[in-house]
């Protein structure tokens, strides 16, 4: 968020140019676009996990969008076409960091969708149709986004700059990765029965899973230490020094976006098989 740009002290600060966050985030919208495009086009993606998929690509163009706007107020002030401190300029950012807060809340929500699918999927495959259906795939979607919109604003108003939201970034996400870590157990104590196609398949989502949540983690996890510092020991010479990696962490959120998409294409031949369509058309 812009508001923790702040003068440390003692150690060079390391600038990052805003035309590359701008080159990365609109590489990361274009990806996750085509990801949106291709679950449309092709029907035999219309699968819930694939909407899930889908629901981190949102939160993925959300982030980048969030560092193009943010990019482009940089820019603007500097020539001179806006304050730095005016009202508009106040209400813009607010806008903004709802766009991060709902980027970090709809990935955390998207990928423990995919974690409780994946786990229908492999410990209920017999029943996974009836008990995963594309209503109630899309009524999980829908109140992940309501729930996500409402707590960006809940967040923004009552806890800007606190340490609560600080505690809330950084509890949620290892929920989801406890969770995961016991998942990978139970996959891996069952993995000696498992010898069909589909139990195969299965365990390939799991694993896709577990790549994504892993990216995610390393991506996020040094602006999660950021945060930390900046809430704890902001005057702490050392705390300064890694605050002032800050651009570096952002542009790690940013590469997250990227490399997202790519997992997909690479773990899916279905997936992979629409983007050479679309793209060889």
């Not at 923790?4 to 060079?12: D, E, I, V």
């Not at 291709?38 to 996990?49: E, R, S």
Request: with cysteine; charged share 10%.
């Amino acid at each position: 968020m812009t508001s923790l740009h702040s003068n440390y002290t003692k150690c060079m600060n390391i600038n990052i140019p805003e035309e590359i966050f701008f080159t990365i985030s609109a590489v990361g919208i274009l990806e996750n676009v085509l990801v949106l495009i291709a679950v449309i086009k092709n029907k035999n993606l219309h699968l819930p996990m694939y909407f899930f998929i889908c629901s981190l690509a949102v939160s993925d163009i959300l982030a980048s969008l969030y560092k193009i706007l943010e990019s482009i107020m940089i820019i603007l002030v500097r020539v001179g076409h806006l304050q730095k401190e005016g009202l508009f300029e106040q209400k813009l950012d607010d806008v903004m960091d709802w766009f991060f807060v709902l980027s970090l809340l709809g990935s955390i929500f998207s990928l423990s969708a995919i974690a409780a699918d994946r786990y229908i999927t492999i410990f209920y495959s017999l029943r996974y149709h009836n008990i995963m259906t594309l209503r109630r795939a899309w009524i999980i979607l829908a109140t992940i986004w309501i729930f996500c919109g409402g707590c960006g604003i809940g967040i923004l108003i009552n806890f800007h700059d606190t340490v609560t939201i600080l505690l809330f970034y950084c509890n949620v996400p290892s929920v989801v990765s406890v969770y995961a870590q016991s998942h990978a157990k139970k996959i891996a104590s069952l993995s000696g029965q498992w010898n069909s196609m589909q139990q195969r398949t299965n365990m390939k989502g799991a694993i896709t899973l577990t790549i994504l949540l892993g990216v995610f983690i390393c991506c996020w996890s040094p602006f999660f230490v950021h945060l930390l510092l900046f809430s704890f020991c902001p005057n702490n010479p050392y705390c300064a020094c890694y605050m002032s990696t800050v651009y570096i962490n952002c542009t790690l959120i940013l590469c997250n976006s990227v490399i997202d998409p790519l997992i997909y294409a690479f773990r899916s031949p279905e997936l992979q098989s629409t983007f050479k369509k679309m793209l060889c058309c």
